[in-house]
T-cell receptor, first 113, second 114 residues
Framework: EAGVAQSPRYKIIEKRQSVAFWCNPISGHATLYWYQQILGQGPKLLIQFQNNGVVDDSQLPKDRFSAERLKGVDSTLKIQPAKLEDSAVYLC???????????FGPGTRLTVL | AQSVTQLGSHVSVSEGALVLLRCNYSSSVPPYLFWYVQYPNQGLQLLLKYTTGATLVKGINGFEAEFKKSETSFHLTKPSAHMSDAAEYFCAVISSGSARQLTFGSGTQLTVLP
């Protein structure tokens, strides 16, 4: 069974530029999460989708971050414009249902210069 | 609100020695508890989880953890460390709200010395 796929794996941008990350969850997984993991910290939830609807985006900085999950499968996370403090690893995870084991992708490491 | 505290951001053990990584949680309701491992440049992999039932939980790679409600702890142990165990370990608790979200601790970096 294929795991959670993410791309790109690495991205370096200048501050104030835009960037987008892509996630393809495990087939059949209805719930999808985006996490931000700053160096030396645990992952912090940004947004949670159930199928193509948002369950919780209370920790998403909506002035610069946006996310969508069209057709309830793939998802994209966008940052516009990026700030230095956005440098982190962005992890995508999926699960069959709320409270079940989450399967994580390898992450996208973003460096903002 | 749920929270997790991992004592010790860095732990070093010798190969063959006991591994003990500490995790304490706060929860107003019975929690679901997890340990994840993260190898360099990889995502998180589930080691083990406690939901209900037996309080001693066995996971992959010889790890186990014991849920102690009276101590609000869920420490991770392995009798004999292997070089391949070197990684970052995260304890996590699942929220009691309808969204059932994971809250992670800040992680413990495990170094295994030859």
């Amino acid at each position: 069974e294929a795991g959670v796929a993410q791309s790109p794996r690495y991205k370096i941008i200048e501050k104030r530029q835009s960037v987008a990350f892509w996630c393809n969850p495990i087939s059949g997984h209805a719930t999808l999460y985006w996490y931000q993991q700053i160096l030396g910290q645990g992952p912090k939830l940004l947004i949670q989708f159930q199928n193509n609807g948002v369950v919780d985006d209370s920790q998403l900085p909506k002035d610069r971050f946006s996310a969508e999950r069209l057709k309830g499968v793939d998802s994209t996370l966008k940052i516009q414009p990026a700030k230095l403090e956005d440098s982190a690893v962005y992890l995508c995870a999926s699960t069959t249902g709320l409270g079940n084991e989450q399967f994580f992708g390898p992450g996208t490491r973003l460096t903002v210069l | 609100a749920q929270s997790v505290t991992q004592l010790g951001s860095h732990v070093s053990v010798s190969e063959g020695a006991l591994v003990l990584l500490r995790c304490n949680y706060s929860s107003s309701v019975p929690p679901y508890l997890f340990w994840y491992v993260q190898y360099p440049n990889q995502g998180l992999q589930l080691l083990l989880k406690y939901t209900t039932g037996a309080t001693l939980v066995k996971g992959i790679n010889g790890f186990e953890a014991e849920f102690k409600k009276s101590e609000t702890s869920f420490h991770l142990t392995k009798p004999s460390a292997h070089m391949s165990d070197a990684a970052e370990y995260f304890c996590a608790v699942i929220s009691s709200g309808s969204a059932r979200q994971l809250t992670f601790g800040s992680g413990t970096q495990l170094t295994v010395l030859p």
